[in-house]
């Protein structure tokens, strides 16, 4: 299953991006849909996910309140909306899709390719 991200890039401190993850529409109609992010040596740490329905949504605790993830059913694309950004926030992003819901400690069943999001000071 292909999970196609984009969306990363520069961007200063207290700017916003806007992440998009597409999936095939079987995936994004009955799968959770979410966002991870790792840094070079720690381990990928869970962002926000969506379930297909909508809802519920989960976020984790550094980004709550200024990530939104959404999803758009028509464009089978899910939406992680930053802002506020931090240069803590640098990172590359993980799209993911799982059957179940999507919670921190889990690991979806699918993975998209990353995308580098770099937060300067």
């Known amino acids: 299953v292909q999970l196609q991200a984009s969306g990363g890039g520069m961007v200063q401190a207290g700017g916003s991006l806007r992440l998009s993850c597409t999936a095939p529409?079987?995936?994004?109609?009955?799968?959770?849909m979410g966002w991870f992010r790792q840094v070079p040596g720690k381990e990928r740490e869970f962002i926000a996910s969506?379930?297909?329905?909508?809802?519920?949504?989960h976020y984790a605790e550094s980004p709550k309140g200024r990530f939104t993830i959404s999803r758009d059913r028509a464009k089978n694309t899910a939406y992680l909306q930053m802002d506020s950004l931090k240069p803590e926030d640098t990172a590359i992003y993980y799209c993911?899709?799982?059957?179940?819901?999507?919670?921190?400690?889990?690991?979806?069943?699918?993975w998209g390719q990353g995308t580098l999001v770099t937060v300067s000071s």
């Open positions: 993911a899709a799982d059957p179940h819901e999507l919670r921190p400690g889990t690991r979806p069943r699918y």
């Open positions: 529409e079987y995936i994004f109609s009955s799968y959770a």
């Open positions: 969506m379930d297909w329905s909508r809802a519920p949504t």
